[in-house]
């Protein structure tokens, strides 16, 4: 029997062998056996990450009822002072509990499923590789027990993010979605660093737990203010720019439509259901922090997902390419995870919000998983992204279909599927806190509902489906087989007693059913899918009346409010010009200058002088003896 | 400077024999005949050492040593110089010194 | 003048003079004898201090060893009968000045240099002390530099041969 210690160290260290083994010899190991070596591989993580989750859910995480942070492992790395250090160790917590489950399982289903939807690929052991890689950066970032150690593995996983978006590197746009996904969070990320450093210095460690007691116990003693506003409100708010960034946050989402470039079940792991919801991991680790320190700051951050919430879902309204209507229905999605933190506080009743948040983050990492999932093997089914390539496979692909069909339901939020619980929750917390955020949320829901069955209609329903796309089935067992598990859990998650798990202070929190309260949201969202239905099967003139009449709302809308357009100005126009043009003429012309003007001189001092090296033996030995003689005449008569 | 012979008549037979060699390695144009004022040379110093071990240093031997020492790299210097030459003699057919003067800049 | 006066006078002419005709003579055969004759009037010398071994030595390595190969060498690698082409003039002349004022500078600081001997009493120089103290490891022990010359040697044997061996063209 293994200790929880061996164990708990295996759970990263099984992915990071497959990615050393799958990286090492990709070119050795034919597809399917790397395939099949790395899913057993993840399979045995999953149970460990399974069996350690709930070992400490049920067994031995509760110390007098109330969850404990306990560090079953720590290994002294770098000890910068007597406080001041940078260790790697283990943290296990009921939120890293939970991402551990998460993670493993959504990591395990997509492995499952690559199997068959990469087995065409060449490259498929790299493909593997990167997962694996991936797998063990997202489950160190999930574990980790101090912020520096989070951080590297913050950025090991967004270069698997890299590698993978930019899978087919022979595809300028994958080159280019990653690129555009590298540099945006990289940018967020150096905010995320300086506020590190600036929360390391204030609390005096790196620690998790021991800044998260330094900032809650004792009262406020902080060094420094700039613009007025205290150092520690800056460092959490540089934090939350670098967990929006990953997250996708407004106006830092720009990458993950793009992102989509990569392969789909790529997608459905790291831009649907864990990556993306680092951010949220991020805020919901130093929640304590957050919300008795500055609770001003966590408004605001209430604010910003309330806002990308409502922006992302009135975008997916317009889009037409499957994948990215899934991408901005996962940033509405994540806005309303942050939305929810927003407007949770600390400990008790107040804490409705942190656990809402992260019962959501759970749903949505199984029905997003699932909806990506599907979209992928309709591709794999259709060879198209573009809606209207589809139509009436309902027939075609019964289990896709009917997976689908559970998957809008749960993200719409009708009961009783997983979605409704969780959506419930956040918006009772809004509605208790803050009544803009709730509005806000309350309309979105209605948007998500909306947006999420035109998309189900134009693919499933309606058009006679031209029959030579269907050279092959709906897809083999292996694709099947994760639709349908993440099917059960889309369905089932919902009824898990989430607040006994997962609260804002370790004590079980007992979420009440309002029935009233939750009439208002499914009807909205009731009314979304209505709406949906009605436009679909009525004729096309009311649909383009509709569009009409919206006028430039729409055309703003279907062009993403040019975000993109306002990224490129602001870099390409202002930056380019007035920063890097005169700092590019001066390396050109001053500093290119200095050095090639010490070249030149060299060279031309040795064309005078390389004369004296003329290869005459005898000349050499004169001299040589010349220069003897004059030195001993030195060294007797002068320097004596 | 008297008649019997003594230290300082060796070190002149010596200083001589050095400046005689120097004066052979400059002007010589051929590379043996060069190696030849390279032997004088060192026998010149081999001279120095016994004189000084003679007359100053009676109780020691390490002049005899040192003597020893330079007639043994003496020997393994001049097998190599003449492989040296042998083999410009077969590149160039010549072992003239001014026709080695590839190596320059 | 004694009979030891004279013996040296005449090995100190002998060197000297041989030295200066193995340097200027242009027939190059003869060139090499008097070198032979040069290092001969320094074993002379060796004999004349009493060191035997050392001249034994000298007669052994420079006169049947270096003497030999130079000789070879020059059968090896020249026409023995034709003269040596003759240095230009200029050079020999800065030559011999420079080496004479050497010569001059370096014969008066050893006449200005008053050397001072040591009092103890001399040891006698048998091949016996020789190679007891060559191979001893005592404070006063060679053994350390003879190991050293000895892999020198070995060294330049395998230098040689690499240096001089002739490679087939590789086809």
Request: one cysteine or more; hydrophobic letters at 55%; charged letters at 10%.
């Amino acid at each position: 029997m293994m200790t929880l210690q061996q164990m708990i160290l295996l759970i990263p260290g099984i992915p990071l062998f497959a990615f050393l083994m799958l990286g090492l010899f990709s070119k050795k190991i034919p597809g399917n056996y790397a395939a099949t070596a790395g899913t057993i591989l993840m399979g045995v993580t999953t149970v460990l990450s399974c069996f350690v989750a709930f070992g400490y859910f049920t067994a031995f995480g509760k110390i007098d009822g109330i969850y404990q942070p306990m560090i079953p492992f720590l290994y002294h790395w770098l000890p910068l002072t007597d406080l001041l250090e940078i260790n790697m160790g283990i943290l296990l917590d009921p939120i890293s509990a939970l991402m551990l489950f998460v993670v493993s399982f959504i990591s395990l289903m997509v492995h499952i499923y690559s199997m068959a939807y990469m087995k065409d690929e060449s490259r498929i052991a790299v493909y593997y590789a990167f997962l694996s890689l991936f797998t063990f950066a997202m489950l160190g970032l999930v574990m980790a027990s101090n912020i520096f150690q989070l951080y590297i593995f913050w950025e090991l996983v967004g270069l698997s993010s890299f590698l993978l978006i930019g899978f087919y590197y022979q595809k300028p746009a994958a080159v280019r979605a990653a690129k555009k996904a590298f540099i945006v969070t990289r940018f967020a990320d150096l905010g995320m660093l300086i506020g590190i450093l600036i929360i390391s210095y204030e609390g005096k460690s790196l620690d998790f737990i021991s800044l998260i007691d330094h900032f809650t116990n004792s009262p406020q003693q902080i060094s420094g203010t700039f613009l007025g506003i205290a150092s520690l409100q800056w460092a959490l708010a540089l934090i939350f720019i670098g967990g929006a960034g990953k997250s996708a946050l407004f106006p830092l989402h720009i990458w993950l439509p793009d992102a989509m470039e990569g392969p789909t079940p790529v997608s459905a792991l790291i831009h649907a259901a864990t990556m993306v919801v680092a951010g949220v991991f991020l805020i919901a680790r130093l929640f304590p922090v957050y919300a008795i320190a500055a609770p001003v700051l966590l408004e605001g951050i209430g604010y910003v997902g309330a806002l990308t919430a409502l922006f992302a879902a009135i975008i997916a309204c317009t889009q037409t390419d499957i994948k990215r209507i899934l991408a901005y229905s996962t940033m509405s999605q994540i806005g309303y995870m942050i939305l929810a933190l927003g407007v949770a506080g600390y400990g008790a009743e107040s804490g409705l919000g942190f656990t809402a948040s992260l019962f959501h983050l759970f749903t949505h990492a199984l029905f997003k998983a699932l909806l990506f999932l599907c979209a992928g093997a309709i591709i794999h089914y259709v060879h198209s992204n573009e809606m209207r390539d589809m139509g009436g496979l309902k027939k075609l692909m019964p289990i896709t279909h009917l997976c689908f069909l559970i998957g809008c339901l749960a993200i719409a939020g009708i009961p009783p599927f997983a979605g409704f619980f969780s959506k419930e929750e956040m918006l009772f917390a809004a509605y208790q806190h803050n009544r803009i955020i709730y509005f806000v949320s309350l309309f979105t829901a209605g948007l998500t509902a909306f947006y999420m069955f035109r998309l189900y209609f134009s693919i499933f329903w309606n058009k006679p489906f031209q029959q030579h796309h269907s050279h092959h089935g709906e897809g083999g067992p292996a694709m099947m087989l994760p639709l349908i598990v993440l099917g059960i859990g889309s369905v089932s998650a919902g009824f898990i007693p989430f607040g006994k798990w997962v609260s804002s202070d370790g004590r079980p929190l007992i979420s009440h059913f309002h029935l009233s309260f939750s009439i208002l949201p499914v009807l909205l969202s009731l009314a979304g899918i209505a709406i949906a239905a009605f436009y679909f099967f009525k004729k096309k003139e009311t649909v383009e009346t509709t569009v009409n009449a919206m006028g430039g709302l729409f055309r703003v809308a279907k062009g993403k409010f040019y975000i993109d357009e306002i990224y490129q100005f602001v870099t390409k126009k202002i930056i380019f010009n007035f920063i890097a043009k005169p700092a590019a003429w001066i390396d050109k012309n001053l500093i290119d200058g200095l050095v090639n003007a010490m070249g030149n001189s060299t060279v031309s001092l040795s064309n005078h002088i390389k004369g004296i090296q003329s290869g005459k033996i005898q000349m050499y030995a004169g001299i040589f003896l010349i220069g003897v003689i004059g030195l001993a005449i030195l060294a007797i008569y002068y320097w004596n | 400077m008297t008649l019997e012979p003594g230290l300082y008549h060796l070190l002149t037979i010596s200083t001589g024999l050095f400046f005689i060699g120097v004066y052979g390695f400059l002007t010589r144009k051929n590379l043996v005949t060069m190696l030849m004022s390279i032997e004088l040379i060192l026998n010149s110093v081999n001279l120095n050492f016994i004189a000084f071990n003679k007359y100053l240093w009676p109780h020691r031997l390490d002049g005899v040593f040192f003597t020893l020492f330079v007639i043994a790299i003496a020997a393994a210097e001049a097998a190599v110089a003449i492989s040296i030459v042998i083999n410009i003699y077969r590149n160039n057919r010549s072992i003239n010194v001014e026709q080695t003067e590839e190596m320059k800049y | 003048m004694t009979g030891n006066q004279i013996i040296f006078y005449l090995l100190a002419l002998l060197t000297l003079g041989s030295a200066v005709l193995a340097v200027s003579t242009r027939h190059i055969f003869r060139a090499a004898v008097f070198l032979l004759f040069a290092l001969m009037g320094m074993a002379g010398l060796f004999f004349w201090m009493n060191y035997a071994f050392i001249a034994a030595v000298q007669i052994v390595v420079y006169v049947g060893g270096i003497t030999v190969l130079i000789i070879f060498s020059i059968f090896l690698t020249q026409e023995t009968g034709e003269k040596l082409p003759q240095q230009l003039w200029s050079r020999r002349f800065i030559a011999a000045l420079a080496s004479f004022c050497a010569l001059a500078f370096t014969l008066t600081q050893i006449f200005q240099h008053t050397f001072n001997a040591s009092k103890q009493t001399a040891i006698e120089v048998s091949v016996q002390q020789i190679g007891l103290q060559m191979l001893g490891t005592n404070q006063y022990g060679y053994a350390l530099p003879f190991e050293l010359i000895s892999i020198l040697l070995l060294a330049a044997m395998i230098g040689c041969i690499v240096i001089a061996i002739r490679l087939k063209p590789t086809s």
